[in-house]
């Protein structure tokens, strides 16, 4: 297998989880990536102990005239590179998890007649995998949603694959305060948007009873100054500019404050956790606010427009929940309910149907 994309977390973590589900069937099957220099596949697949071979390939969305058609000119090249890759190492199937290295690698195996899928994450399909979509032979989605472009007999909603050793532990665990929990979080680098409205809201939620427990992942560039504002509250919070073990952390909190990036909303389905969802505004299409509102709409979050983020409007939805527990329950049995575990399996389970004799 052939796991090509990357770039981000969003698109890697899911390809982790297909990556172990497929070595894990067989330990003599064999899985290399595709990736790009620039993403954090370059540093985070060696210490995992899975290969990667990059190819020369740049974004085309939103960049300026010359930018354009210097990402226009490198796709042939990089098509090129992704042959010479499949040509060495056989694969009997090729798929696309999003990112630079997912459009050119997939195109590549089309073409030389390889069985290929794409894994889409997000609620909104992004461009590339609506054309990716036309030629491949499976499409995997998260949501019922990203039916649309696709054609019916490709598709299969799988849910986001979350990696089995998350899911493990998670199920093991248990939540080690008995008062209430709250967990923060904007991605690896922090939301200064979420920090902001959070810190603005301390006066009032250190009037919620019980205590509340709250782990705050705050960013590198803004943990002291979080930091700060919850000790000149008299707030005990753990600060921190990035959270290494995320399963005691999800386990222990009762609600969420996070963005709606597709592989933190996996892992929250998986965890069965209730969220306040602030989507980033700036993402590709506008997809977060895609994901939140699938969430919303299925009772397993509230979501709030980071237009519409004031610490009042926070701190009166944190209020409201703490005080109904019986929905706080509820929302946390919708979001079990949507969470896949065994998406990986599925999409695992599938891929071994195309390189099956009349599998395609």
Same mark, same amino acid.
């Given at each position: 297998m052939v796991i090509a994309g990357g770039g981000t977390g969003g698109h890697l973590f899911p390809g982790i989880a297909v990556a172990e589900e497929f070595l894990r069937r067989d330990s003599a099957n064999r899985v290399i990536f595709i990736g790009t220099k620039r993403g954090i596949e370059h540093r985070l697949l060696g210490p995992l102990g899975y290969a990667l071979r990059e190819i020369d390939v740049e974004g085309l969305k939103g960049r300026g005239p010359k930018a354009l058609i210097r990402g226009?000119? !490198?796709?042939?090249?990089?098509?090129?590179?992704?042959?010479?890759?499949?040509?060495?190492?056989?694969?009997?199937?090729?798929?696309?998890?999003?990112?630079?290295?997912?459009?050119?690698?997939?195109? *590549?195996?089309?073409?030389? $007649?390889?069985?290929? *899928?794409? !894994?889409?994450?997000?609620?909104?399909?992004?461009?590339?995998?609506?054309i990716l979509g036309k030629f491949v032979d499976r499409v995997f989605l998260t949501y019922e949603e990203s039916r649309g472009p696709f054609a019916a007999g490709k598709v299969l909603v799988t849910g986001n694959p979350v990696r089995a050793a998350f899911v493990g532990a998670l199920a093991q665990s248990s939540p080690a305060a008995a008062r209430r929990g709250l967990l923060i979080f904007g991605g690896s680098q922090g939301a200064a948007a979420i920090n902001k409205a959070v810190t603005e809201m301390l006066p009032r939620l250190k009037t919620l009873l019980p205590p509340v427990r709250i782990v705050h992942q705050a960013g590198e560039r803004e943990v002291e100054t979080v930091g700060r504002a919850y000790r000149d509250c008299g707030i005990a919070a753990e600060v921190t500019p990035f959270i290494s073990d995320m399963v005691s952390a999800y386990a222990a909190a009762d609600l969420i404050i996070c963005r709606a990036g597709a592989t933190s909303l996996a892992e929250?389905?998986?965890?069965?956790?209730?969220?306040?969802?602030?989507?980033?505004?700036? *993402?590709?299409?506008?997809?977060?606010?895609?994901?939140? $509102? =699938? %969430?919303?709409? =299925?009772?397993?979050?509230? %979501?709030?427009?980071?237009?519409?983020?004031? !610490?009042?409007?926070?701190?009166?939805?944190?209020?409201?929940?703490?005080?109904?527990?019986? $929905?706080?329950?509820?929302?946390?049995?919708?979001?079990?309910?949507?969470?896949?575990?065994?998406?990986?399996?599925?999409?695992?389970?599938?891929c071994l149907k195309l390189v099956q004799p009349n599998g395609r």
């Open positions: 226009l000119y !490198a796709i042939p090249n990089s098509m090129l590179q992704s042959r010479r890759i499949f040509r060495e190492f056989r694969p009997d199937v090729v798929i696309g998890v999003g990112g630079y290295a997912s459009g050119p690698a997939v195109m *590549a195996a089309w073409l030389m $007649r390889i069985p290929t *899928a794409v !894994a889409e994450q997000n609620a909104l399909a992004g461009n590339t995998n609506r929250i389905t998986a965890a069965g956790k209730a969220s306040v969802l602030i989507p980033f505004p700036f *993402a590709a299409d506008d997809h977060q606010t895609q994901n939140a $509102r =699938a %969430m919303a709409d =299925a009772g397993a979050a509230v %979501m709030i427009r980071q237009s519409e983020l004031t !610490a009042e409007r926070l701190f009166g939805v944190v209020k409201d929940l703490w005080e109904d527990g019986r $929905r706080l329950r509820e929302m946390e049995q919708k979001s079990r309910a949507l969470g896949r575990p065994e998406a990986a399996a599925a999409v695992v389970d599938a």
